[in-house]
DNA sequence: ATAAAAGACAAACGTTTGTTTGTTCCAGTC
DNA sequence: GACTGGAACAAACAAACGTTTGTCTTTTAT
């Protein structure tokens, strides 16, 4: 592990290594992926990787927690922007799926990356993600709603449907932005005939 | 690979050895579960799996397949009893669900393993899971809804919703009936506070 | 210039992995 | 009661796994 008594070099390859875990976690998972894998990409040998970290657990852990700040940044944005509160929750999902499905490798570990696969850190896994959801949490506190509508469920319904998008989107079709779209609509919209 | 010339015999392991499979492939995800793990259950040596399946991959087609026709038997004995569209829906997702958490360890491996893990035989799973899903599509297509909504959005986003649960779901609290019929009522019912 | 720390190499460690091979045993059939 | 094939044991295989250890190089601060 690095000591940091002094700044880290210019030329250190963790950048580059947190990229291609983040990619390999993300697409294949943790068990799916092996140290090995990792390093090829960026040209190390698998020792090298434990001189950043002592376990593969816990570069599982550091790859997470970036993710969980990657994303939460871009959905905070993306809804700060907004002030109507369904327009907001909208907002939250198209950048919520667009990191999910289009442009962020450290995203995809967060929904892709079962704490329970990882015991050791599966604690903290799972503190980290409570505290993104609770972004949503909030965001759906100010909807104004039915008065019989149960947030919770709406909570659990909607990030469970865009989570599981990562199952069977393909690139080409409707594009993340178009689906988070029409997920809001559905839940918004009266959708039974009269 | 057994021949089959003669029949089976009574006291044969197999039932066991899937049933076995299918919890801990259910539970700990395909690459998180070794042989080793899976035949310690049933007593059986490592090397006995191959008499019966001749790699680990096809064991998981087995047991994947399986799991598609158990829970494809329950939530079709479940909106056959009903006529009402809606009705039928909501009894084949109340069904899917409990099937998911509840009771059946085949069931869960289907929605647990992404056919990705298993290279080998992912078209087979794949095409499997397609058809069961296609009970959804034809109880979707019969829903008198407004013209303007998007029945594969709405499928996708109801299974989504569903399947993740798995996620997040622990015994004690809501049964998966409860949520099951929450999920399809936040969908049907106008939601927005005029 | 020099010392110290950062960061990676080189090579191996012991373990676990999926799988194979040869043999044994017992239930079912004639 | 002898034969036979279903079903498992026993033991090992090679490869891949996460990890450790010791050494070397290169950047950075003095």
Redesign the interface.
Known sequence: MPQLQRAPRADNRLPLLLDEAARLFGT??F??TSIRDIVRAVNMLPGSIYYHFATKDLLLAAVYAEGVRRISDRVRAAFDARTDP?DRLEAACVAHLEALLAENNYARVVIRV?P??VPSVAPDLVAQRDGYERLFVDLIAC????RS??RR??R??????????Q??YRPGRDDPRT?AR??VK????????E
Chains 1, 2 share one sequence.
């Open positions: 294949q998972g068990h799916g369904w079962q329970a696969d909807l104004p709603v039915e509508v149960d469920s709406l659990l319904m909607l990030l469970g449907a865009l989570n599981w998008t199952t069977w689906i029409r997920f559905l839940l918004r919209a009266p959708i039974a005939k």
